[in-house]
């Protein structure tokens, strides 16, 4: 059996999953994105579906003018009793919460928020029915890991909170997952911070308040201290079993362009786990992880032709906005003002109106995007805008945050309607020549992405398009910009003034073998 990581490439972080009969369902992180918690569907571990997002209403995820990378971190998925839970922090708002549903494609609760300070949070639910909430904790003897007893109806803690275990060594213990195996309970975290130093640990104990040994391997993942180009800072990972009892992790990493450069955000991946002789759980035999993984640990056949799945061969993607609603694919930045918003008005087009806010703010301006997932990947969007002057916008923008961002827009520049590219990066903006087009002709925008740079073109539709300008994907690097989670996403825009009418978004990844197999 052979398959391709990541398994869900783009930035989908902090990954969590849970198992219910054959079907596996897995969540991530979303941070200032809404609809929020992205939510996959696989009966395989490996071929993955998005089926929603877990929070779809403000009244769940109050996102206001929230900072880039704040919002929702690191969830956690579970199942018990016939009902499913997602348990979050909203770094915006009041911290802890989980939400409940019993149907996985319907809606979830309201949030219920609870005491318990940290970051983090997983739910436990042991035999004899205590439900236990982990999350970091700020200990006596520094950053750990804390827990209490919930009462998963009220969401109050029953005990107070309690460190029962600080890690390894590594700084920033955190994503803490709870297992019980043969009697023994199996506390394991990421430490290292998120970056090139993350990894993952594991200790156990008789009781889930300790105290913990810890693994003598530590870390059981990790590729610190490597010069591997493939995947860097692996770590934060969940465990799921499988019907015949085998084991599995699944953990983000990220892809590097450049050395010490990544720009389309932590993606999540996949591997076999097995547990040795004195029950420690190993990580894909302990050796690295690898874009093309073999494997013979899945007894059950894959459903697929192949056989396999490959993350830069698969993923393409067209929008023709004549199903009555979005993809779900699409995100807004923030909670969205939906008067800016139509699928209606005009049949198959995406109408968005410029609102008050800006791609350079930390509102809400009138933006749809999808994650960039592939390093090479041609985008085009089809659009129809009279903009009323210079400060009437609307295009495609590959955007990482409000200061770092290239938007191929369409303007009126000396009276006449152009189209520019503009590109953010930190304190520093640049504007191109204009190219000048048609008043009243449908325009194709588009973007080919490479490992190294951006190149922006526009044209008339059926016609040659011009090459209005390039950008590096260098300075929309995460390492390029102070404290960022996520990465880039491919958007549809409007600002200043005026609504734009989009006939089509298509998104076609170029072919390209994985990097071991360049080799």
């Not at 609809?35 to 996102?63: A, T």
């Not at 016939?82 to 609760?109: A, H, L, P, Q």
């Not at 219920?112 to 205590?130: H, M």
């Not at 465990?239 to 362009?257: K, M, N, Q, S, Y």
């Amino acid at each position: 059996m052979e398959y391709y990581n990541p398994i869900i490439p783009g930035f989908y972080p902090d990954p969590s999953i849970c198992r219910v009969g054959n079907d596996y369902y897995l969540v991530t992180s979303s941070f200032e994105l809404f609809p929020g918690v992205p939510l996959f569907h696989s009966d395989d571990l490996i071929h993955w579906e998005q089926i929603g997002c877990v929070l779809n209403r403000e009244s769940q995820l109050p996102l206001g003018r929230c900072q880039p990378s704040q919002g929702i971190w690191a969830p956690t998925i579970r199942y018990h009793k016939g009902r499913f839970y997602m348990v979050t922090t909203n770094m915006s708002g009041k911290g802890n919460f989980y939400v409940w549903t019993d149907d996985i494609r319907g809606e979830w609760s309201d949030s219920i928020w609870v005491s318990q300070k940290g970051i983090d949070p997983s739910l436990f639910f042991d035999d004899d029915g205590t439900v236990y909430l982990l999350s970091t904790f700020d200990g006596p003897k520094g950053q750990g890991i804390g827990q209490s007893i919930l009462d998963l109806e009220t969401g109050k803690l029953l005990t107070e909170p309690k460190p029962v275990w600080y890690g390894s060594g590594g700084k920033y213990p955190e994503g803490p997952h709870l297992y019980k195996w043969d009697g023994l309970y199996y506390l394991m975290i990421a430490e290292g911070g998120t970056e090139y130093g993350h990894m993952e640990t594991i200790a156990r104990s008789r009781s889930p308040w300790g105290p913990y040994e810890s693994c003598p391997r530590n870390p059981i993942l990790t590729h610190r201290d490597t010069a591997l180009d493939q995947f860097q800072a692996v770590g934060h990972a969940d465990l799921v079993d499988t019907p015949d009892g085998e084991l599995w992790a699944v953990f983000h990493g990220i892809r590097t362009t450049q050395y010490m450069l990544h720009h389309i955000g932590r993606e999540t991946m996949l591997a076999p786990v097995y547990r040795d002789k004195d029950g420690w759980p190993v990580i894909n035999g302990g050796n690295p992880i690898t874009p093309h993984m073999r494997v013979t640990s899945i007894k059950r056949e894959v459903p697929r032709e192949t056989g396999k799945a490959s993350s830069e061969s698969a993923g393409a993607f067209q929008e023709h906005f004549d199903d009555g609603r979005l993809s779900y694919c699409w995100s807004y930045l923030r909670n969205p003002d939906t008067a800016n918003y139509t699928l209606s008005t005009r049949p198959s087009f995406l109408g968005l109106t410029a609102g008050c806010d800006f791609l350079d703010g930390c509102g809400s301006p009138t933006f749809i995007g999808r994650r960039q997932q592939h390093f090479f990947v041609n985008v085009q969007a089809v659009v129809e805008f009279s903009p009323e002057n210079e400060n009437s916008q609307a295009g495609i923008t590959v955007f990482h945050t409000n200061e770092h961002h290239y938007d191929l827009l369409v303007t009126r520049k000396n009276g006449e309607k152009a189209v520019l590219l503009r590109k953010r990066v930190g304190d520093m903006i640049t504007e191109s020549q204009p190219v000048y087009v048609p008043e009243k002709t449908p325009l194709a925008l588009s973007v080919q992405a490479s490992k190294l740079e951006y190149i922006f073109s526009a044209g008339a539709v059926g016609e040659s398009p011009k090459v209005v300008g390039k950008g590096r994907t260098q300075l929309l690097s995460t390492e390029c910009m102070v404290s960022t989670f996520t990465g880039c996403l491919f958007g549809l825009f409007a600002q200043g003034a005026g609504t734009a009418w989009f006939d089509s978004f298509t998104y076609l990844p170029a072919c390209e073998e994985p990097a071991e197999e360049k080799r």
